[in-house]
């Protein structure tokens, strides 16, 4: 069964400043797509990024990017120039191709911005 | 236009009742997901349905039953609620059932047993 891993159950960054939060997972697929899901007090679940694992180049949407490390089993989320209003639980989810589609989750980071 | 939403958005009961969330989705997605949400904000997955087909159960206690009316509504029924039950509770949908398809959160219900 696959694992997501996040080792870092707080983080804190002063604002405008970047942040990196860890996540591994393990699975013996050798395709799945990894997620980076924001959760802030008002409940929702917001999808932040994805990365499939067929592709080496490490995706980005504006401010935020991965580095996506597929031998380690690594899938890092950076979060440049930080706003306060990213303040929020970043959750990292795994989920695999094969069979039917499910959000394997990690345990949660929650992020807090200083201004 | 909300794409997927949850009625209640709160709930609170007793021990030993028999309570329904709702779940309905306009985003004409083909699957449909419930997800639980502990105290200690781990989510995990508990059911799917594929155009109301259960595709997906994940060792959930029989207490809990989903029932698919239709590809749009995908609905959790607890029976005999227990403590631990409380949670929040959250549906998705998805335009397939494999391969890549984003999920698409609710809002989550808050489920509180007394």
Known sequence: AQTVTQSQPEMSVQEAETVTLSCTYDTSESDYYLFWYKQPPSRQMILVIRQEAYKQQNATENRFSVNFQKAAKSFSLKISDSQLGD????????SGIQGAQKLVFGQGTRLTINP | DTAVSQTPKYLVTQMGNDKSIKCEQNLGHDTMYWYKQDSKKFLKIMFSYNNKELII???????????????????LHINSLELG??????????????????????????????
């Open chain 1, 87 to 94: 303040a929020a639980m970043y959750f990292c989810a795994y």
């Open chain 2, 57 to 75: 159960n994940e060792t959930v206690p029989n207490r809990f039953s989903p029932k698919s009316p239709d590809k749009a509504h995908l609905n």
């Open chain 2, 85 to 114: 039950d409380s949670a929040v509770y959250f549906c998705a949908s998805s335009p397939k059932s494999f391969g890549y398809n984003e999920q698409f959160f609710g809002p989550g219900t808050r489920l509180t047993v007394l």
